[in-house]
């Protein structure tokens, strides 16, 4: 599975961006699918992960309530809409692909797959 992130950009506190992450191969439809991100000097974190069938829905806690992470297996693709965007949103946002997830706790190691990654901008 290769996977290609899109949908970063710049943006002002308050605003909105939907990430997208394409995929590619037949098998994507079973794959859980997962959202981190990595600000600058900080450590990969989880985000947002969603199951094959579109369950079960994970998210960190930092992103309840504004983030949703939404799946089209026809179209081979993973969203995440980020509403309500925060200067501290400010990082790298990597797609992953668990073929037997998404785990609870969230562990970056068991991702088999990763995107390149697409910058997220939020300013004050």
């Known amino acids: 599975v290769q996977l290609q992130a899109s949908g970063g950009g710049l943006v002002q506190a308050g605003g909105s961006l939907r990430l997208s992450c394409a995929a590619s191969?037949?098998?994507?439809?079973?794959?859980?699918m997962g959202w981190f991100r990595q600000a600058p000097g900080k450590e990969r974190e989880f985000v947002a992960a969603?199951?094959?069938?579109?369950?079960?829905?994970y998210y960190a806690d930092f992103v309840k309530g504004r983030f949703t992470i939404s799946r089209d297996n026809a179209k081979n693709t993973v969203y995440l809409q980020m509403n309500s965007l925060k200067p501290e949103d400010t990082a790298v946002y990597y797609c992953?692909?668990?073929?037997?997830?998404?785990?609870?706790?969230?562990?970056?190691?068991?991702?088999?797959?990763w995107g390149q990654g697409t910058e997220v901008t939020v300013s004050s």
């Open positions: 969603i199951g094959w069938s579109g369950r079960p829905i």
């Open positions: 992953a692909a668990d073929f037997e997830g998404p785990l609870w706790p969230p562990r970056a190691s068991v991702y088999d797959y």
């Open positions: 191969g037949r098998t994507f439809s079973r794959y859980a």
